[in-house]
Protein backbone atom coordinates (compact mmCIF):
# COMPACT_ATOMS: atom_id res chain seq x y z
CA UNK A 1 0.00 0.00 0.00
CA UNK A 2 1.53 3.37 -0.76
CA UNK A 3 1.61 5.73 2.10
CA UNK A 4 0.82 9.67 2.13
CA UNK A 5 3.96 10.99 3.15
CA UNK A 6 2.65 14.47 3.13
CA UNK A 7 0.83 14.19 6.51
CA UNK A 8 3.95 13.81 7.91
CA UNK A 9 5.47 17.07 6.38
CA UNK A 10 5.28 18.74 9.43
CA UNK A 11 7.58 16.11 11.37
CA UNK A 12 9.69 15.81 8.56
CA UNK A 13 10.56 19.96 8.91
CA UNK A 14 10.87 19.59 12.53
CA UNK A 15 13.63 16.77 12.49
CA UNK A 16 14.76 18.28 9.29
CA UNK A 17 15.77 21.31 11.46
CA UNK A 18 17.35 19.51 14.39
CA UNK A 19 19.63 17.13 12.20
CA UNK A 20 20.41 20.72 10.50
CA UNK A 21 21.10 21.89 13.80
CA UNK A 22 23.51 18.81 14.74
CA UNK A 23 24.95 19.23 11.59
CA UNK A 24 26.89 22.39 12.02
CA UNK A 25 30.71 22.67 12.57
CA UNK A 26 32.18 26.32 13.62
CA UNK A 27 34.16 27.35 10.56
CA UNK A 28 37.05 28.73 12.74
CA UNK A 29 37.30 24.66 13.61
CA UNK A 30 39.07 23.88 10.51
CA UNK A 31 41.80 26.09 10.65
CA UNK A 32 42.18 25.35 14.50
CA UNK A 33 42.90 21.34 13.57
CA UNK A 34 44.51 22.29 10.13
CA UNK A 35 41.63 20.38 8.47
CA UNK A 36 42.07 20.49 4.49
CA UNK A 37 37.88 21.21 3.33
CA UNK A 38 37.45 19.47 0.28
CA UNK A 39 40.96 17.92 0.34
CA UNK A 40 42.67 20.85 -0.35
CA UNK A 41 44.64 23.86 1.04
CA UNK A 42 43.75 27.45 1.30
CA UNK A 43 45.38 28.11 -2.02
CA UNK A 44 43.36 24.82 -3.77
CA UNK A 45 45.92 22.85 -4.58
CA UNK A 46 44.79 19.25 -3.62
CA UNK A 47 46.09 17.41 -0.50
CA UNK A 48 48.29 14.62 -1.77
CA UNK A 49 46.80 11.07 -1.31
CA UNK A 50 48.34 8.97 -3.37
CA UNK A 51 49.98 7.74 -7.03
CA UNK A 52 48.98 7.10 -10.44
CA UNK A 53 50.27 6.59 -13.75
CA UNK A 54 47.07 6.87 -15.62
CA UNK A 55 46.55 11.16 -16.19
CA UNK A 56 48.32 14.38 -14.57
CA UNK A 57 46.77 17.79 -13.96
CA UNK A 58 49.01 20.62 -14.39
CA UNK A 59 48.49 24.23 -13.56
CA UNK A 60 51.63 25.21 -11.85
CA UNK A 61 56.10 25.48 -12.59
CA UNK A 62 57.07 24.09 -9.46
CA UNK A 63 59.41 26.97 -8.69
CA UNK A 64 59.61 28.38 -4.94
CA UNK A 65 57.51 26.55 -2.32
CA UNK A 66 54.64 27.44 -3.89
CA UNK A 67 54.36 27.27 -7.46
CA UNK A 68 53.73 30.00 -10.39
CA UNK A 69 50.37 29.63 -12.13
CA UNK A 70 50.97 28.30 -16.07
CA UNK A 71 48.92 27.53 -18.77
CA UNK A 72 46.95 23.94 -17.90
CA UNK A 73 48.40 20.53 -19.53
CA UNK A 74 46.33 17.66 -18.96
CA UNK A 75 48.44 14.43 -20.18
CA UNK A 76 47.40 10.40 -20.37
CA UNK A 77 50.04 8.35 -19.53
CA UNK A 78 52.67 10.57 -19.92
CA UNK A 79 51.18 12.04 -23.49
CA UNK A 80 50.16 16.14 -23.41
CA UNK A 81 46.26 15.24 -24.72
CA UNK A 82 46.48 18.42 -26.74
CA UNK A 83 49.33 16.04 -28.86
CA UNK A 84 47.16 13.52 -28.99
CA UNK A 85 44.02 15.76 -30.33
CA UNK A 86 46.06 17.27 -33.42
CA UNK A 87 47.50 14.07 -34.13
CA UNK A 88 43.80 12.85 -34.55
CA UNK A 89 42.27 15.67 -36.58
CA UNK A 90 45.83 15.72 -38.67
CA UNK A 91 45.14 11.79 -39.36
CA UNK A 92 41.39 12.16 -40.07
CA UNK A 93 40.62 9.64 -37.67
CA UNK A 94 38.70 8.78 -34.21
CA UNK A 95 40.75 8.94 -31.40
CA UNK A 96 38.48 7.66 -28.27
CA UNK A 97 39.17 4.09 -28.90
CA UNK A 98 42.80 4.43 -29.06
CA UNK A 99 42.20 6.55 -26.10
CA UNK A 100 40.75 3.72 -24.09
CA UNK A 101 43.72 1.67 -25.00
CA UNK A 102 46.07 4.01 -23.86
CA UNK A 103 44.32 4.47 -20.31
CA UNK A 104 43.83 1.28 -19.71
CA UNK A 105 47.45 -0.15 -21.12
CA UNK A 106 49.84 2.95 -20.49
CA UNK A 107 50.91 2.69 -24.26
CA UNK A 108 49.98 3.96 -27.54
CA UNK A 109 49.07 0.54 -30.22
CA UNK A 110 50.33 -0.15 -32.85
CA UNK A 111 47.53 -0.08 -35.86
CA UNK A 112 47.25 -4.15 -35.37
CA UNK A 113 47.22 -3.65 -31.78
CA UNK A 114 44.48 -1.02 -32.09
CA UNK A 115 42.09 -3.24 -34.64
CA UNK A 116 42.47 -5.98 -32.40
CA UNK A 117 40.99 -3.84 -29.53
CA UNK A 118 38.83 -1.96 -31.58
CA UNK A 119 36.94 -5.22 -32.56
CA UNK A 120 36.81 -6.90 -28.79
CA UNK A 121 35.27 -3.83 -28.11
CA UNK A 122 32.46 -3.88 -31.06
CA UNK A 123 32.02 -7.69 -29.38
CA UNK A 124 31.54 -6.49 -25.42
CA UNK A 125 28.82 -3.91 -27.14
CA UNK A 126 26.22 -7.01 -26.70
CA UNK A 127 23.50 -6.45 -24.71
CA UNK A 128 20.95 -9.06 -24.29
CA UNK A 129 17.69 -7.87 -25.72
CA UNK A 130 15.69 -9.36 -22.50
CA UNK A 131 17.69 -6.67 -20.62
CA UNK A 132 16.72 -4.10 -22.93
CA UNK A 133 13.27 -5.11 -22.39
CA UNK A 134 13.00 -5.53 -19.07
CA UNK A 135 15.09 -3.27 -17.14
CA UNK A 136 15.53 -0.30 -20.04
CA UNK A 137 12.66 -0.08 -21.72
CA UNK A 138 10.59 -0.67 -17.99
CA UNK A 139 10.27 1.94 -15.23
CA UNK A 140 12.74 4.24 -17.19
CA UNK A 141 13.96 7.10 -14.62
CA UNK A 142 13.53 11.00 -15.92
CA UNK A 143 17.35 10.83 -14.47
CA UNK A 144 19.43 9.53 -17.38
CA UNK A 145 22.41 9.07 -14.58
CA UNK A 146 19.96 7.37 -12.17
CA UNK A 147 18.79 5.01 -15.15
CA UNK A 148 22.59 4.24 -15.95
CA UNK A 149 23.49 3.57 -12.33
CA UNK A 150 20.22 1.42 -12.08
CA UNK A 151 21.17 -0.84 -15.09
CA UNK A 152 24.65 -1.07 -13.96
CA UNK A 153 23.84 -2.52 -10.81
CA UNK A 154 21.43 -4.85 -12.36
CA UNK A 155 24.03 -6.18 -14.95
CA UNK A 156 25.80 -7.60 -11.58
CA UNK A 157 22.92 -10.36 -11.27
CA UNK A 158 23.88 -11.02 -15.31
CA UNK A 159 27.56 -11.36 -14.37
CA UNK A 160 28.01 -15.30 -14.03
CA UNK A 161 31.34 -14.54 -11.86
CA UNK A 162 30.47 -10.47 -10.37
CA UNK A 163 32.44 -10.57 -7.69
CA UNK A 164 36.24 -11.69 -8.96
CA UNK A 165 38.62 -9.27 -9.14
CA UNK A 166 41.35 -11.20 -10.50
CA UNK A 167 43.17 -8.95 -12.87
CA UNK A 168 41.70 -11.14 -16.34
CA UNK A 169 38.17 -10.20 -14.87
CA UNK A 170 38.77 -7.24 -14.30
CA UNK A 171 39.48 -6.68 -17.58
CA UNK A 172 36.52 -8.39 -18.94
CA UNK A 173 34.21 -6.48 -16.64
CA UNK A 174 35.78 -3.46 -18.04
CA UNK A 175 35.60 -4.17 -21.44
CA UNK A 176 32.19 -4.84 -21.33
CA UNK A 177 31.03 -1.61 -19.31
CA UNK A 178 33.06 1.30 -21.59
CA UNK A 179 31.28 -0.88 -24.59
CA UNK A 180 27.60 -0.80 -23.45
CA UNK A 181 27.35 2.61 -21.81
CA UNK A 182 26.54 4.35 -24.82
CA UNK A 183 23.50 1.85 -25.10
CA UNK A 184 22.80 2.39 -21.27
CA UNK A 185 22.54 5.91 -22.07
CA UNK A 186 20.64 6.27 -25.23
CA UNK A 187 18.31 3.57 -24.48
CA UNK A 188 17.59 5.27 -21.19
CA UNK A 189 16.89 8.88 -22.70
CA UNK A 190 14.84 7.02 -25.74
CA UNK A 191 12.73 5.21 -23.44
CA UNK A 192 12.03 7.94 -20.97
CA UNK A 193 10.79 10.55 -23.75
CA UNK A 194 8.31 7.63 -25.05
CA UNK A 195 6.69 6.75 -21.82
CA UNK A 196 6.92 10.37 -20.11
CA UNK A 197 6.63 12.71 -22.85
CA UNK A 198 4.88 10.92 -25.66
CA UNK A 199 7.66 10.44 -28.35
CA UNK A 200 8.35 8.01 -30.62
CA UNK A 201 10.17 4.85 -29.43
CA UNK A 202 13.18 4.12 -31.89
CA UNK A 203 15.72 1.41 -30.87
CA UNK A 204 19.10 1.25 -33.46
CA UNK A 205 21.10 -1.11 -33.00
CA UNK A 206 24.88 0.08 -32.93
CA UNK A 207 26.71 -0.63 -36.44
CA UNK A 208 29.69 -3.06 -36.11
CA UNK A 209 31.39 -0.48 -38.38
CA UNK A 210 31.65 2.42 -36.73
CA UNK A 211 32.96 3.82 -33.57
CA UNK A 212 31.68 4.62 -30.20
CA UNK A 213 30.88 8.38 -31.37
CA UNK A 214 29.63 7.61 -34.44
CA UNK A 215 27.47 5.13 -32.66
CA UNK A 216 25.97 7.70 -30.51
CA UNK A 217 24.55 9.53 -32.57
CA UNK A 218 23.09 7.21 -34.79
CA UNK A 219 21.36 5.48 -32.01
CA UNK A 220 20.44 8.65 -30.80
CA UNK A 221 18.79 10.15 -34.01
CA UNK A 222 15.91 8.33 -35.44
CA UNK A 223 17.19 8.92 -39.22
CA UNK A 224 20.62 7.60 -38.04
CA UNK A 225 22.46 10.71 -40.16
CA UNK A 226 25.11 12.67 -38.88
CA UNK A 227 27.87 14.31 -40.82
CA UNK A 228 31.72 13.61 -40.51
CA UNK A 229 32.19 17.09 -37.94
CA UNK A 230 29.56 16.50 -35.60
CA UNK A 231 30.76 12.46 -35.82
CA UNK A 232 34.91 13.96 -35.14
CA UNK A 233 33.69 16.80 -32.78
CA UNK A 234 31.39 14.16 -30.85
CA UNK A 235 34.54 11.89 -30.79
CA UNK A 236 36.88 14.74 -29.68
CA UNK A 237 34.50 15.51 -26.48
CA UNK A 238 35.30 11.93 -25.51
CA UNK A 239 39.08 11.92 -25.52
CA UNK A 240 39.07 15.32 -23.72
CA UNK A 241 36.72 13.94 -20.71
CA UNK A 242 38.58 9.86 -20.56
CA UNK A 243 40.41 10.95 -17.53
CA UNK A 244 41.10 13.81 -15.18
CA UNK A 245 43.78 12.49 -12.81
CA UNK A 246 42.88 10.55 -9.97
CA UNK A 247 41.72 13.22 -7.59
CA UNK A 248 38.66 14.22 -9.41
CA UNK A 249 35.60 13.33 -7.22
CA UNK A 250 33.81 10.54 -9.19
CA UNK A 251 37.52 8.74 -9.97
CA UNK A 252 38.59 9.36 -6.37
CA UNK A 253 35.26 7.91 -5.45
CA UNK A 254 36.11 4.89 -7.49
CA UNK A 255 39.21 4.37 -5.78
CA UNK A 256 37.97 4.70 -2.45
CA UNK A 257 35.31 2.04 -3.28
CA UNK A 258 37.56 -0.16 -4.72
CA UNK A 259 39.64 -0.29 -2.03
CA UNK A 260 37.47 -2.11 -0.35
CA UNK A 261 37.61 -4.64 -2.41
CA UNK A 262 34.32 -4.53 -4.20
CA UNK A 263 32.39 -5.76 -7.26
CA UNK A 264 33.42 -3.69 -10.45
CA UNK A 265 29.68 -2.93 -10.31
CA UNK A 266 28.78 -1.17 -7.35
CA UNK A 267 32.89 0.97 -7.93
CA UNK A 268 31.13 2.16 -11.06
CA UNK A 269 27.88 2.98 -9.79
CA UNK A 270 29.41 4.81 -7.02
CA UNK A 271 31.33 6.61 -9.72
CA UNK A 272 27.62 7.80 -11.64
CA UNK A 273 26.50 8.51 -8.38
CA UNK A 274 29.64 10.93 -8.10
CA UNK A 275 29.58 11.96 -11.77
CA UNK A 276 25.71 12.91 -11.42
CA UNK A 277 26.36 15.95 -8.52
CA UNK A 278 25.91 19.53 -10.37
CA UNK A 279 29.41 20.38 -9.09
CA UNK A 280 30.62 17.82 -11.11
CA UNK A 281 29.44 16.09 -14.05
CA UNK A 282 26.02 17.89 -14.32
CA UNK A 283 28.15 21.36 -14.42
CA UNK A 284 27.69 22.04 -17.65
CA UNK A 285 24.27 21.69 -17.34
CA UNK A 286 24.09 25.03 -15.41
CA UNK A 287 26.31 26.58 -17.81
CA UNK A 288 23.27 25.50 -20.48
CA UNK A 289 20.89 27.07 -18.36
CA UNK A 290 22.67 30.46 -17.03
CA UNK A 291 23.43 31.12 -20.79
CA UNK A 292 19.62 30.71 -21.94
CA UNK A 293 19.13 33.17 -18.76
CA UNK A 294 21.35 35.54 -20.44
CA UNK A 295 19.91 35.77 -24.18
CA UNK A 296 17.01 36.11 -22.79
CA UNK A 297 17.95 39.44 -20.40
CA UNK A 298 20.83 41.03 -22.83
CA UNK A 299 19.31 42.55 -25.85
CA UNK A 300 22.64 43.15 -27.82
CA UNK A 301 24.49 40.54 -27.16
CA UNK A 302 27.42 42.33 -29.23
CA UNK A 303 27.22 45.07 -26.53
CA UNK A 304 30.43 44.45 -24.30
CA UNK A 305 28.23 46.81 -21.66
CA UNK A 306 25.19 45.37 -21.34
CA UNK A 307 26.76 41.60 -21.32
CA UNK A 308 29.10 42.62 -18.50
CA UNK A 309 26.14 44.26 -16.64
CA UNK A 310 24.59 41.26 -16.62
CA UNK A 311 27.56 39.12 -15.63
CA UNK A 312 27.72 41.90 -12.89
CA UNK A 313 24.60 41.12 -11.42
CA UNK A 314 25.22 37.55 -11.41
CA UNK A 315 28.05 38.34 -9.33
CA UNK A 316 25.69 40.82 -7.07
CA UNK A 317 23.62 38.01 -6.63
CA UNK A 318 20.71 39.89 -8.37
CA UNK A 319 20.71 37.65 -11.53
CA UNK A 320 20.00 34.07 -12.82
CA UNK A 321 19.85 31.94 -9.68
CA UNK A 322 20.97 34.57 -7.26
CA UNK A 323 24.03 32.16 -6.44
CA UNK A 324 26.65 35.06 -7.64
CA UNK A 325 28.11 32.40 -9.80
CA UNK A 326 29.47 32.49 -13.57
CA UNK A 327 29.07 28.90 -14.35
CA UNK A 328 31.53 27.53 -16.10
CA UNK A 329 34.47 30.42 -15.07
CA UNK A 330 36.73 28.75 -12.35
CA UNK A 331 38.40 25.50 -11.78
CA UNK A 332 39.69 23.51 -8.83
CA UNK A 333 43.41 23.04 -10.47
CA UNK A 334 43.43 25.20 -13.56
CA UNK A 335 44.47 28.91 -12.99
CA UNK A 336 45.26 30.67 -15.94
CA UNK A 337 43.47 28.08 -18.70
CA UNK A 338 42.04 24.52 -19.33
CA UNK A 339 43.51 23.04 -21.80
CA UNK A 340 40.06 20.96 -22.23
CA UNK A 341 38.50 24.44 -22.60
CA UNK A 342 41.33 25.29 -25.22
CA UNK A 343 40.31 22.81 -27.60
CA UNK A 344 36.71 22.60 -27.46
CA UNK A 345 36.75 26.43 -27.82
CA UNK A 346 38.64 25.49 -31.36
CA UNK A 347 36.07 23.00 -32.38
CA UNK A 348 32.98 24.51 -31.05
CA UNK A 349 33.68 27.74 -33.79
CA UNK A 350 34.19 25.37 -36.29
CA UNK A 351 30.81 23.66 -35.47
CA UNK A 352 29.35 26.85 -35.13
CA UNK A 353 30.24 28.00 -38.29
CA UNK A 354 28.56 24.61 -40.13
CA UNK A 355 25.54 24.99 -37.78
CA UNK A 356 25.13 28.93 -38.56
CA UNK A 357 25.61 29.80 -34.88
CA UNK A 358 28.19 32.11 -35.40
CA UNK A 359 26.74 34.81 -33.02
CA UNK A 360 26.67 32.20 -30.03
CA UNK A 361 30.05 31.50 -30.50
CA UNK A 362 30.82 35.09 -30.54
CA UNK A 363 28.59 35.54 -27.25
CA UNK A 364 30.51 32.80 -25.46
CA UNK A 365 34.03 34.29 -26.23
CA UNK A 366 32.70 38.00 -25.03
CA UNK A 367 31.19 36.39 -21.74
CA UNK A 368 34.75 34.32 -21.28
CA UNK A 369 36.22 37.65 -21.61
CA UNK A 370 34.14 40.28 -19.76
CA UNK A 371 33.90 37.23 -16.69
CA UNK A 372 37.53 37.08 -16.55
CA UNK A 373 37.89 40.56 -16.08
CA UNK A 374 34.86 40.66 -13.90
CA UNK A 375 36.33 38.34 -11.46
CA UNK A 376 39.70 39.16 -11.19
CA UNK A 377 38.82 43.20 -10.36
CA UNK A 378 36.18 41.48 -7.50
CA UNK A 379 39.28 38.95 -6.20
CA UNK A 380 36.87 36.09 -5.84
CA UNK A 381 39.61 34.04 -5.97
CA UNK A 382 43.07 34.12 -4.48
CA UNK A 383 44.44 32.66 -8.27
CA UNK A 384 43.53 33.34 -11.72
CA UNK A 385 40.41 32.75 -12.94
CA UNK A 386 39.62 30.46 -16.93
CA UNK A 387 37.47 29.49 -18.92
CA UNK A 388 36.42 25.38 -17.71
CA UNK A 389 35.34 22.56 -20.13
CA UNK A 390 31.87 22.73 -19.05
CA UNK A 391 32.13 26.47 -20.46
CA UNK A 392 32.38 25.46 -24.11
CA UNK A 393 31.09 21.28 -23.77
CA UNK A 394 27.51 22.16 -23.01
CA UNK A 395 27.17 24.66 -26.31
CA UNK A 396 28.65 21.54 -28.63
CA UNK A 397 26.26 19.18 -27.44
CA UNK A 398 23.44 21.53 -27.97
CA UNK A 399 24.75 22.18 -31.96
CA UNK A 400 25.06 18.28 -31.76
CA UNK A 401 21.33 18.27 -31.19
CA UNK A 402 22.22 16.00 -27.64
CA UNK A 403 19.65 16.81 -25.59
CA UNK A 404 20.34 17.82 -21.71
CA UNK A 405 19.64 14.93 -20.50
CA UNK A 406 21.84 13.45 -22.15
CA UNK A 407 24.63 15.78 -21.28
CA UNK A 408 26.45 14.23 -18.02
CA UNK A 409 25.89 10.54 -19.40
CA UNK A 410 27.83 11.65 -22.43
CA UNK A 411 30.55 12.67 -19.49
CA UNK A 412 29.96 9.49 -18.06
CA UNK A 413 30.79 7.30 -21.54
CA UNK A 414 34.15 9.29 -21.57
CA UNK A 415 35.15 8.69 -18.26
CA UNK A 416 34.54 5.23 -18.00
CA UNK A 417 37.87 4.40 -19.05
CA UNK A 418 39.51 6.31 -16.76
CA UNK A 419 37.49 5.18 -13.74
CA UNK A 420 38.48 1.62 -15.15
CA UNK A 421 42.25 2.12 -15.22
CA UNK A 422 42.63 3.63 -12.12
CA UNK A 423 39.94 1.05 -10.55
CA UNK A 424 42.59 -1.70 -11.58
CA UNK A 425 45.33 0.81 -10.24
CA UNK A 426 44.06 0.75 -6.89
CA UNK A 427 43.15 -3.05 -6.98
CA UNK A 428 46.53 -4.36 -8.17
CA UNK A 429 48.23 -1.48 -5.76
CA UNK A 430 49.09 -2.14 -1.85
CA UNK A 431 45.75 -3.55 -0.75
CA UNK A 432 44.83 -1.20 1.68
CA UNK A 433 41.41 0.20 1.91
CA UNK A 434 41.26 3.93 2.58
CA UNK A 435 40.46 5.20 5.56
CA UNK A 436 41.00 8.55 6.11
CA UNK A 437 40.59 10.24 9.83
CA UNK A 438 38.06 12.91 10.95
CA UNK A 439 38.61 15.25 14.07
CA UNK A 440 35.51 14.61 16.41
CA UNK A 441 34.39 18.14 17.99
CA UNK A 442 31.52 17.41 19.65
CA UNK A 443 32.33 17.15 23.52
CA UNK A 444 32.02 13.47 25.00
CA UNK A 445 28.39 13.42 27.63
CA UNK A 446 26.88 11.06 30.37
CA UNK A 447 23.91 9.24 29.38
CA UNK A 448 20.60 10.46 30.81
CA UNK A 449 17.25 8.36 31.39
CA UNK A 450 14.64 8.73 29.63
CA UNK A 451 12.59 9.84 32.56
CA UNK A 452 15.10 12.38 33.09
CA UNK A 453 16.30 14.11 30.35
CA UNK A 454 14.79 17.68 29.40
CA UNK A 455 10.67 17.94 28.86
CA UNK A 456 10.98 20.98 27.26
CA UNK A 457 13.23 19.23 24.39
CA UNK A 458 10.43 16.54 24.25
CA UNK A 459 7.61 18.81 24.02
CA UNK A 460 8.91 20.65 21.35
CA UNK A 461 9.28 17.97 19.18
CA UNK A 462 6.18 16.40 19.73
CA UNK A 463 7.65 13.44 22.19
CA UNK A 464 4.98 12.18 24.47
CA UNK A 465 5.22 9.46 27.39
CA UNK A 466 4.23 6.29 26.18
CA UNK A 467 3.85 6.91 22.50
Not at 322 to 336: E, N
Not at 408 to 415: E, H, K, Q, S, Y
Request: include cysteine; glycine fraction near 6%; charged fraction near 25%.
Amino acid sequence: MDVDFSQYAPSFARYGALAEQSAQLDPELFSKYEVKRGLRDSSGVGVLAGLTRVSEVQAMTVQGPKGIPCHGKLRYRGYDVEDLVEAFAKEERFGFEETIYLLLFGELPTSQKLEDFSQILVACRDLRSSFTRDVILKAPSRDMVIAMARCVLTLYSYDDNPDDVSIENLMRQSLQLISVFPRLAVYSYLAAQHYHNDASLHIHAPDPQRGIAENLLLMLRQDKGFTPLEARVLDLTLVLHADHGGGNNSTFSTHVVSSTGTDSYSAIATALGSLKGPRHGGANIRVAHQFADLKESVRNWDDDSQVNAYLQDVLAKKAYDHSGLIYGMGHAVYTLSDPRARVLKLYAEKLAQEKGRVEEFELRTRVERLATEALSARGKSLKPTCANVDFYSGFVYEMLDIPQELFTPLFAIARIPGWCAHRIEEIVGDNKIIRPAYKNVNPQREYQPLAQRPQERQRRFGIRKGK
